[in-house]
């Protein structure tokens, strides 16, 4: 099993920037694409954005494609999300999510196709 924990989250104006991160905790990391999701209340949880195992290649969602970054040092077991120009419709509470990556299609967008799951983290972002 592999376990997942976020951190980083917190409250940041309108325009501002934030960055997550996601420790994970078996050696295996390496062999996992990685994403991020996130869920506001009474919403469906969304895709954001994500990386594959062997971080060359990454896919975001339209709403924060050219704002947020994911990348991921295997090295440490750490996935990160760089969010920049954030805006009050970003405000959610951030999961990290995992699969084993094959490393033949790009990184899925679906909940479904993860495995393992972080608790969560509050972004919030005022105006």
């Known amino acids: 099993q592999v376990q997942l924990v976020e951190s980083g989250g917190g409250t940041v104006q309108a325009g501002g920037s934030l960055s997550l991160s996601c420790a994970a905790s078996g050696r295996t990391f390496s062999s996992y694409a990685m994403a991020w999701f996130r869920q506001g209340p009474g919403l469906e949880r969304e895709f954001v954005g994500g990386i594959s195992w062997r971080a060359r290649s990454a896919r975001y969602a339209a709403s924060v494609k050219d704002r947020f970054t994911v990348s991921r040092d295997n090295a440490k077991n750490t996935v990160y999300l760089q969010m920049n120009s954030l805006k009050s419709e970003d405000t959610a509470v951030y999961f990290c999510?995992?699969?084993?990556?094959?490393?033949?299609?790009?990184?899925?967008?679906?909940?479904?196709?993860?495995?393992?799951w972080g608790q969560g983290t509050q972004v919030t972002v005022s105006s």
């Open positions: 999510a995992g699969y084993y990556d094959l490393g033949i299609a790009p990184v899925s967008s679906q909940t479904n196709d993860y495995e393992y």
